[in-house]
């Protein structure tokens, strides 16, 4: 090996090694930026689809929903049990409001109070059992009940509908009807099932209204 070719390699070893050190900007960026841009990414790209697929869900339990609320809506029926004040007028226009008013309607009014005198109790609670196995000779699965009678008849009136279809009971708030409570299964049904009635029925009063503009 010749001097010349000696000299050049230690000249480029000394290079090599004794050289200034640049600054490891690849060792960093394999090492730190890149896990970290790949993660958030890939923690934007999981948020993203968990949205798609939560979005996916909610549309098919809508469509269900509405299913459900069709279905069932050939099925139910209204009871109506008042005192003093009639309040069919009022259900009625509720009724229609959710598209309805073809519903089958039972009522049942006093127009007088109720006195100590237990005759006015026992009249009314039979005379409200009565309609009530009217109502079941149509087998329906639902009953949706509108009342405004005393605390203690109320009670009596659930004890009847006991052991029946589900009842929907709904109060009247500042000028409309709500679901308040869902009898079902010989109890009161948890908030969950409550909601999911409240939104059976504003997904048929919407596609109700949706068939109407349509028509027209």
Same mark, same amino acid.
């Given at each position: 090996m010749g001097k010349g070719e000696r000299r050049s390699r230690v000249v480029g070893a000394?290079?090599?090694t004794g050289g200034k050190k640049m600054f490891p900007w690849t060792e960093i960026r394999d090492f730190l930026f890149r896990p970290i841009v790949y993660g958030?990414?890939?923690a934007l790209g999981g948020l993203f689809v968990g949205w798609v697929i939560g979005s996916c869900k909610e549309k098919r339990l809508r469509r269900k929903l509405a299913k459900l609320a069709e279905v069932r809506g050939e099925a139910e029926v209204v009871l109506i049990v008042s005192n003093r004040e009639r309040i069919r007028p009022a259900?009625?226009?509720h009724l229609k409001d959710q598209g309805k008013e073809k519903i089958l309607v039972f009522e049942e009014h006093r127009d007088s109070f109720f006195s100590f005198d237990l005759d006015d109790w026992d009249g009314f609670l039979a005379a409200v059992k009565k309609k009530v196995r009217q109502i079941r000779q149509y087998a329906p699965t639902r009953i949706l009940l509108f009342t405004n009678v005393?605390?203690?008849?109320?009670?009596? !009136?659930?004890?009847i509908l006991d052991n029946g279809p589900e009842v929907? %009971?709904?109060h009247y708030f500042n000028g !409309?009807?709500?679901?308040?409570?869902?009898?079902?299964h010989?109890? %009161?049904a948890p908030r969950e099932e409550v909601e999911f009635a409240r939104e059976a029925e504003s997904v048929q009063h919407v596609q109700d209204r949706g068939a109407e503009e349509n028509s027209t």
């Open positions: 000394k290079t090599a958030g990414l890939s259900v009625e226009r005393p605390v203690a008849m109320a009670v009596g !009136l659930g004890a929907w %009971v709904h !409309l009807y709500q679901v308040v409570v869902l009898l079902s010989e109890t %009161v």
